[in-house]
């Protein structure tokens, strides 16, 4: 007993020592990448503007202030429309090195952002195919799809009837199979309904992680509840109230409807961990807030039954992107609707009355179209 003692007291304190060693360097590399990542976010608004070299400097003195400078913080521009943010730090071995190991380790992290001079598409399911409802258009009202439609989830298009034809000037594509499509009244100006995808259709928005949308929060956290009851002002007009510009976050719900019967949010992201619904009944308008990742207006990231993102007004008007990674992005409403953006959702219906129009190339938010990738 003693000798197999003897012989495995090594091997623990082996495994021990890994053990120690590699959480560290793991714990060290997070918060590299979280500088890389703020590095980044902070400049890019300037790169949309073109302006490089502010956004580099604005990048450089970031990580300074997070104790990485000269050598320790590389910053590049030289990507027309990209800002590449390097951190490295020196992480010590506290017991691998008694092995054999080395004393030290290098560490790195990058985060790059990307200027968006291309539109996503106009709506996109992440789901699977056997995922429901998948990509749902249905309604009675007229609607116009300027862009592709893409899903990696069933597609089920049941439209018409409205006074204005159904057109679409993109195409139509899933990988499951051919869309399903029950409409007859729908013209298509651009490629049209498409063969089944051979690949996964990717997330544009993927980098876009609570991690980095949390950095602008200007009214509550990510960690916090937060609906919006205060910051409101009356308009001209009685009935439609105003919102003070900023990014509005939270760890709960969201409900963005106002005072009134209308609302004006401009300059206004929405984001939330769990549920957004927008509701009014008369005129309203949704602008993201400049300098936003990926122009997005509203984020919601709750899973599971029931929308994520509910948009359930009249006559209302998105100047940006609505983002549902986790869960269902549900548009609904007895009057038109227009969405300046893209509509990504795990599940993504909408049902028209009225005339509607998705137009991803329409996004008129300045200094907000940008993304980031790695």
């Known amino acids: 007993m003693v000798i197999l003692i003897a012989i495995s007291l090594p091997i623990l304190f082996t495994f021990a020592a890994l053990a120690v060693d590699m959480g560290f360097r793991y714990t060290r590399s997070r918060m590299l990448q979280a500088v890389a990542d703020a590095s980044v976010t902070v400049g890019m608004p300037s790169l949309v503007n073109n302006d490089p070299t502010t ?68 709506m996109l399911a992440l789901g699977d195919c056997s995922s429901s409802p998948g990509l ?20 089920f298009i049941s439209t018409g009837g409205g006074v204005t034809p159904q057109t679409d000037s993109g195409s139509v594509q899933t990988v ?30 993927a980098a876009d992680t609570p991690a980095v949308l949390g950095t602008h929060c200007t009214s509550g956290t990510l960690t916090t509840a937060n609906d919006i009851s205060g910051p409101w ?28 019967s209308g609302f004006i ?53 998105v100047n940006g992107s609505i983002y549902a990674p986790n869960g269902l992005a549900a548009l609904s409403g007895d009057a038109g609707m227009t969405v300046n953006g893209s509509v990504i959702g795990q599940d993504v219906t909408v049902g028209d009355s009225g005339d509607w129009t998705f137009n991803p190339t329409g996004i008129v938010v300045a200094g907000n179209n940008w993304r980031m990738q790695r």
């Open 55 to 122: 956004g580099g400097t604005l990048a450089t003195n970031l990580a300074m202030a997070n104790g990485y400078s000269g050598g320790n913080a590389v910053i590049d521009t030289s990507v027309v429309d990209q800002l590449k943010v390097t951190v490295k730090a020196t992480a010590p071995s506290f017991f691998s090195s008694l092995f054999g190991g080395g004393s030290t380790r290098i560490l790195t992290a990058t985060a790059v952002g990307e200027v968006l001079n291309h539109p996503g598409p106009a």
């Open 265 to 317: 949010a401009t300059n206004v992201t929405i984001v939330s961990m769990q549920h957004v619904t927008v509701g009014a009944t008369d005129t309203s308008s949704l602008t993201a807030s400049p300098g936003f990742p990926s122009g997005i207006a509203v984020y919601a990231g709750a899973s599971g039954a029931g929308p994520a993102i509910n948009l359930g007004s009249n006559m209302l008007t």
């Open 233 to 260: 002002s009356p308009t001209a007009d009685p009935a439609i109230f105003s919102l003070a510009p900023g990014v509005y976050c939270s760890s709960g719900d969201i409900n963005l409807s106002g005072p009134g």
């Open 176 to 205: 499951c199979g051919a869309p399903t499509v029950w409409s007859s009244s729908i013209v298509y100006t651009g490629a049209g309904i498409q063969p089944p995808a051979a690949s996964l259709f990717p997330d544009p928005f």
């Open 136 to 155: 749902f258009l249905s309604g009675n009202g007229g609607l116009t799809i300027s862009g592709d439609i893409e899903s990696n989830a069933p597609i």
